[in-house]
């Protein structure tokens, strides 16, 4: 047999191989499907032992750092170092506060409706009750989130029971967002009564916890900070008040959001520009200049440009600028500038000053 004919009979495939390789992948895919069930037992009966183990019965009252909002919390869980709010670490249930003047009650709620909340992703939206005396709004939903770890195999994050609590007591007001990945749910490892047992002791207190915001400024010029946003974000305004006077109207503004999770970031380059992409609400989006930069020892890149936003009074122009910094030990800090074009000048000069003065502080 010529060597050409050795090689090209090798290379054809036989039927009694294909027989073969079809039984290999299909023992490959029983073999991960059986570790993947086995391992997921485990974290099932890992999570139910330490739930056991810290009955409601031995609940304390915590606060998240720099807030005013108070939970019974059974001793599974856990003050977030990441987002103003906790954690149960064995099932990665989030509880999220969002604090915010009474007087911007109805805003909120216009974000709460049906139809805003299914713009959203929110699906399977029902209200229900509590077991509480004063004026509250609760409900439960659904939602698809986006999967962002390997244990996906084992643990599908990629659906989430939603619990929404809203409240108030006098001036401040409280949007509470508890977070199920809803594999532990049909687990029966996290109960719907769990959760509303907990919301049942949700109250506003007069006095905010200390804060420990994982970054400091030594500049803010002409900025106020007027309160957390969702998750870890935290907003500055030239009037100190988190919502406008004027719904929808432009006005000059900086958040800095650092990443609730310490993922690394690779490029941050790449990283930037999907961000600078994902601005919502905001049309042509242009980038005019862009450059690596350092701020608080840590290597970033930052993006400037313009856009436009629908107002009250129509399209305004608006000026952009995104500060991306990586994290020590992974995650970032995205700090953003938000202003009216004819002021892009002076806004420029006070957002320099403002990056020059950030310090990480972990």
Known sequence: MSLWRERSHWRRPTKQRNVREKNLIRHNAASLAARTLAVAAVLVASAAMI????PEARAKVMKAPGSRVAIDLPLSYEISKLYNGFIMPETRLSIIV???PTSDLDTIKAQLTPQALAAKGFTKLARAKLKRTDDYEYFTAQQAAAKSSPSELVQPLGRVKKHILL??????????????????????VVSPEHIARVFATAKIEAVAAPSNDPFSLSYLGPFKEAGKLQASAKLYTEDGKLVPKERGAVRNAVIIAPSINRLPVSDVVAYSRRAWDGFQGYQGLKITEEAKTTAGGLEGYWIKGTATRETPQGAAPVYLAQVILKR???????????????????????????????????
């Not at 739930?51 to 810290?54: L, P, V």
């Not at 970032?332 to 004819?342: D, N, P, T």
């Not at 957002?351 to 990480?360: M, S, V």
């Open 328 to 362: 020590k030990g992974g995650g970032y800090f995205r700090i953003v500038l938000i202003g009216k074009a004819s002021e892009q000048a002076s806004l420029e000069s006070e957002f320099a000053k403002l990056i020059a003065g950030f310090r990480p502080l972990g």
């Open 98 to 100: 969002f604090e915010f």
């Open 51 to 54: 739930i056991a183990n810290a």
């Open 167 to 188: 409240i108030h007591e006098g001036a401040h007001a409280a949007l509470i967002t508890a977070n199920v990945p809803q594999f532990y749910v049909e687990q029966s």
